[in-house]
């Protein structure tokens, strides 16, 4: 580790070459243009259909702000990867549910994402993965402590 290495540092590098990697993986392979976050929410979406799954859900799944969810969930919609549906018990919410369009898509997109995990995971042992994923759900706690630290000051 070099003296002066962050972890924010090092996080953010890591997201936009894994970002880039994404993002070529799918141009090359002549996929529809989608992000890898949209990727995910297609997953979750899809792992979770007969559910009912509103924007509040994603926002905490995924730790990201309403705005931002908001544009995605635009952005897919326009795409015809999911549409809003209204819920009878709450006309205020609407519920996010997959096109089938969407669900041809999404095995070429899952297959992707499996790629990238084993370019990703390639020569890890099993006890480095599990201190990866102990210090990574540690520095996520730590965050969303703070954020709700600051939320009561």
Do not use: Y
């Given at each position: 580790m070099?003296e002066?290495e962050?972890?924010a ?6 997201n936009?070459i894994?970002c880039?990697?994404?993002h ?8 529809y ?8 929410i297609?997953?979750y979406l899809?792992?979770n ?5 509103y924007?509040?859900?994603l926002?905490?799944?995924?730790s990201?702000r309403?705005?931002?969810v908001?544009g ?6 326009k795409?015809?990867?999911i549409k809003?549906?209204s819920?009878?018990e709450?006309a205020?919410?609407?519920?996010i549910?997959?096109?089938e369009?969407a ?5 070429d997109a899952?297959?992707?994402?499996r790629?990238m995990n084993?370019?990703?995971e390639?020569?890890?042992d099993t006890n ?5 994923f102990?210090v990574?759900?540690?520095v996520?706690?730590?965050l969303?402590?703070?954020?709700r630290n600051n939320k009561?000051?």
């Open positions: 070099e002066n962050t972890i540092h090092a996080l953010g590098c890591t936009n894994i880039r990697a994404v070529k993986s799918i141009k090359d392979n002549d996929t243009h989608i992000s890898p976050i949209q990727i995910e297609l997953q899809f792992k259909q007969g559910k009912n799954v924007q509040k859900d926002e905490q799944l995924f990201i309403r705005s931002t908001s995605i969930l635009k952005t897919m919609e795409n015809g990867s809003r549906v819920v009878s709450d205020r919410v609407k519920k549910v997959l096109t369009e669900l041809s898509r999404f095995e899952k297959r992707h994402m790629k084993k370019i990703l390639k020569n890890i480095d993965k599990e201190i990866f102990k990574i759900h540690q996520q706690n730590n969303l402590e703070q954020e009561n000051d």
